[in-house]
């Protein structure tokens, strides 16, 4: 049983956002494709934090899109509901707030103003909508106002701008205080970086100094050590992690022991072998077996496999088997296949995972960049009633 301790000093022990106060200052950050329900428990499993689900469109939600419904599927140990939601209509976004409150029963939700995938900033979306000062200022204050009735916290999460020469995270972070946001997530990097090169973590601290609503920060954090170092580095009031947990969702387990909420004998990033890794794997597999039934469940699990598996010796043959396994019988197969005795990779600590890449194009709308201030009228199929991100 784990045994409560102070945090170390200097560090927040809690992240406060309004009335929710998360026992652990660490975000599970939304991830297309892989925060979904199960997902979701099996990192709540390992140790505390605020699990954010997959971003969904505010418009879907309006119009009942099946699709976007769907995602919003919450398991009965969630202590908090937490929904990302994407929108550029500031009325659609407030209805979808309104909605996800009053129906759903969320008691957090986050605001998409960071992808910088085209599907959505080609329509003025994500990462490109901070520069339309206004619009992000009437987005936010329309969706603070729609969840001021049922006590829940509104925050967004940005990038540093589209590019050095068109930055925006000051301007939103001043415009999410005035409106109320009870906190703003910063990755640091712009949009047309994507996930390449390093986070600018001086960025995070220059936002820290700028406002006095609460910042987190997203970025570079494989290990408990470096979110440690980021808070450290810039002050902010706790991190937001997303790679860094891919095919290692104990990673909120030592984040937990960095951040003082729970004891550890050695005080130590956990080191498992393959063997607990093989178990964590079949859990995993498990928990979406329960959402989606064992064969739909499983080949959901695929994607996940070179994650878990990175670094270790698991020969090419049972790696390419696990890839296309439709049964809990198989998977249990191929997993005693591994060895349970192999240590983990320590030359895989530290470095990145998923996806990474290189400086690409922002596409924006015709013009975008010309003014702050939004001319004309947006695309009225700029949010379609599908998710993504």
């Known amino acids: 049983m784990s045994t409560a301790l102070l945090p170390p000093a200097g560090l927040p022990s809690t992240l406060t956002l309004g009335d929710l106060v998360v026992p652990v200052p660490v975000v599970l950050a939304p991830m297309a494709g892989v925060t979904n329900v199960a997902f ?20 879907g939600i309006v119009e009942g899109d099946k699709t976007s419904l769907n995602m919003l599927t919450f398991d009965d140990s969630e202590q908090v509901r937490s929904v990302q939601l994407y929108g550029i209509d500031p009325a659609i976004i407030g209805r979808a707030v309104e909605i996800l409150c009053a129906e759903h029963g969320v008691q957090h939700v986050d605001l998409n103003f960071g992808c910088p995938v085209p599907k959505v900033t080609r329509k003025g979306g994500g990462a490109a909508l901070p520069w339309k000062a206004g619009l992000l200022g009437r987005i936010l204050e329309t969706a603070v106002a729609a969840a001021a009735p049922y006590g829940v916290p509104v925050t967004m999460k940005t990038r540093k701008g589209i590019d050095d020469h068109h930055l925006t995270f000051l301007d939103a972070g001043h415009l999410a205080q005035e409106a109320g946001c009870a906190a703003i997530a910063l990755h640091g990097r712009t949009a047309v970086q994507h996930y390449s090169g390093r986070a600018d973590w001086d960025a995070i601290g220059e936002l820290v100094e700028a406002v006095d609503i609460p910042v987190l920060g997203n970025g570079d954090i494989w290990e408990a050590a470096d979110a440690v170092a980021m808070v450290e580095h810039t002050g902010c009031a706790g991190v937001v992690v997303g790679r860094g947990c891919l095919g290692r969702p104990w990673l909120f387990g030592d984040l937990a022991v960095a951040f003082g909420a729970v004891a550890s004998g050695a005080g130590d990033a956990q080191t498992p072998v393959l063997g607990d890794v093989a178990a ?58 591994l060895d349970p005795t192999e240590p983990f990779p320590l030359a895989e600590l530290g470095r990145p995972r998923g996806r990474q890449g290189t400086p690409k194009r922002v596409v924006v709308p015709d013009g975008w960049l010309d003014s702050r201030e939004v001319v004309g009228d947006l695309d009225p199929g700029a949010e379609d009633a599908t998710s993504g991100g």
């Open 280 to 337: 964590m794997m079949r859990r995993h597999a498990e928990l979406l077996g329960e959402w989606l039934g064992e064969e739909r469940g499983c080949i959901e699990f695929r994607k996940h496999v070179a994650w878990y598996l990175k670094g270790f010796a698991a020969g090419s043959v049972v790696r390419d088997r696990l890839g296309r396994v439709s049964s809990y019988a198989a998977l249990d197969e191929l997993l005693a296949m």
């Open 40 to 59: 979701r428990r099996l990192c709540a499993e390992q140790g505390a934090g605020l699990y954010v689900c997959e971003m969904i469109t505010s418009r």
